[in-house]
Structures are given as structure tokens and as C-alpha cells.
């Protein structure tokens, strides 16, 4: 997928959160992939986390705000990203394959963002654990957790000795 940050030539807030959501998703999925196996499921940082781990809490989080939040909508295994308290990546689940489930939440809120109003609030359903929100505070949380994580996937994989910058 071609990864470049969106020119500034619009200021409409749909089109700029679509466009930062997809950079930041790349980008993302860039860092990991330009690690080694091994380098993406270890950890150099004391809390632990692997950038594989943190890929794979990308797409869950995502698909926990557009889908069960904001549309309402079940999902099987929401937590899916965690085990034991901690993020979880499955041995055999490989950096592929949670680019392929990060794309495909992208895909689902590019879907949203084109059929809904930023001022349209969610509809979480009643076990839901966080609040209610109208999609463009959805879209900015979403936007602020990508930009955050991608910051600590830069030290992370600068620590293993791959690429540094965007």
C-alpha cells in the first residue's frame, strides 16, 4: 500500500481523519513488517510490549470503536489483542496476517466515515465499556491512539536496529 501523509489541500474533517487514519495505519504496518520475525516478537522496552503486540491492539482497538461502539455492532473476541492483562500475539499468527485485520478495520471505518455525519452519536450497545461519543470525537481518539503508538513503534524499532523516521 502506498503511505504518505495527506497533502494539505483540504480542509474538510472526513476526508483529513480518513486520510491521517490510512498514514498512520501504513506507517504502522511499515515499522513492524520492516523487522525481522524474531524482531517483531521481542520486546526491548520494560513494559514488555512487542511491536507485533502493539499492531495487533491496533486493529482491535479500531474495530472496537467503529464497530461495537460506534455502530453498535457484537464482535467476536473485542479483547482479542490481550491475554493474561497483557497485549497477546498468538504464535502463529504472523505480521501478515494482522496487517491484513489492521486494512480490514480501515476498511470498515473508511466505510463509516463515508456514510455517517462526525456529529452522529454511537449506539454501543448496553455491555459496551466506554462511552457514548459522536463519531468525530470517536475519530480524533482513534487519530491521537494511532499517532501515540506510531511514536512508540518508531523507539521500538529503532531499539532493534531497523528504520528510523516515517
Known sequence: MEREEPRPDTGDPVALFGAYLRFYR?????????????????SRLPSGWTPLELLLHLAHMERRWFHWNFEGEEIEAPWGDRRDGRWYVAPDVAADDVAAALREAGEHTDAVLASHELDEWSQPPADYPGPQAPLGWICFHVLQEYARHVGHLDIAVELAGGPTGE
Not at 501504513?26 to 521481542?42: F, G, H, M
Request: no cysteine; aromatic share 0%.
Open 26 to 42: 501504513e506507517t504502522a504496518i511499515a515499522k513492524v513488517t520492516a523487522l525481522s520475525p524474531e524482531d517483531q516478537r521481542t
